[in-house]
């Protein structure tokens, strides 16, 4: 995709809605506007550079292909967490097929990226420990900055759901020793 030549001020519901009438400026605004957002998602579940540029690639070609039938009733980032999410998922399914995908694999996912810093290594160490459904809402929250509702959307549960892991995510995070430095506890 190429950079629009010039600044397009249309919303996502408006680039939606154009891209729905075959408007290829409007689908390279979007990309434009949201694929950074997506290789970072997709990295979070994968943790590999080449599956991750191949979720993006799976992500907008799972828009073109809906078009001209996208509609978008939420922030951007609420209609792309699940599509980013299944196709993350099923690309390290694949790589798990294929017998590229170990046990050792698995568990290195969840470790903390070699490049964290070192006050923050404990905190992904106890991250990865919680559940994986408060994890994922606690990354959804204070990572990808979406509202409780927004996450009930983007996960398709109740938001009292959302916030029952948060709580428990929370709580777990600010109870752990290693971790409660991260957090104001009063």
């Known amino acids: 995709m190429s950079e629009p030549a010039t600044r397009d001020y249309r919303t996502d519901v408006q680039l939606f809605a154009a891209i729905n009438r075959g408007d290829t400026t409007a689908f390279d605004t979007f990309y434009q506007r949201h694929h950074a957002w997506v290789y970072g998602l997709a990295f ?8 991750s540029l191949d979720v993006l690639q799976d992500t907008f070609g799972y828009l073109i292909r809906k078009a001209p039938h996208l509609k978008l009733t939420a922030k951007a980032t609420t209609f792309l967490y699940p599509v980013v999410k299944h196709a993350a998922i099923a690309r390290l399914r694949k790589r798990n097929r294929e017998g590229h995908l ?3 694999s698995v568990n290195e996912l969840t470790a903390p990226p070699e490049t964290t810093p070192p006050h923050l290594h404990e905190l992904h160490v106890v991250l990865a420990r919680l559940p994986e459904a408060q994890r994922e809402v606690i990354l959804m929250r204070y990572i990808d900055d979406m509202t409780q509702d927004e996450i009930a959307a983007a996960l398709n549960i109740p938001v009292g759901t959302v916030k029952s892991r948060l709580h428990h995510g929370v709580r777990t995070l600010r109870d752990d020793p290693h971790t409660r430095n991260h957090f104001d506890v009063q």
């Open 102 to 104: 170990s046990i050792e």
């Open 44 to 51: 979070r579940f994968t943790r590999n550079e080449s599956d």
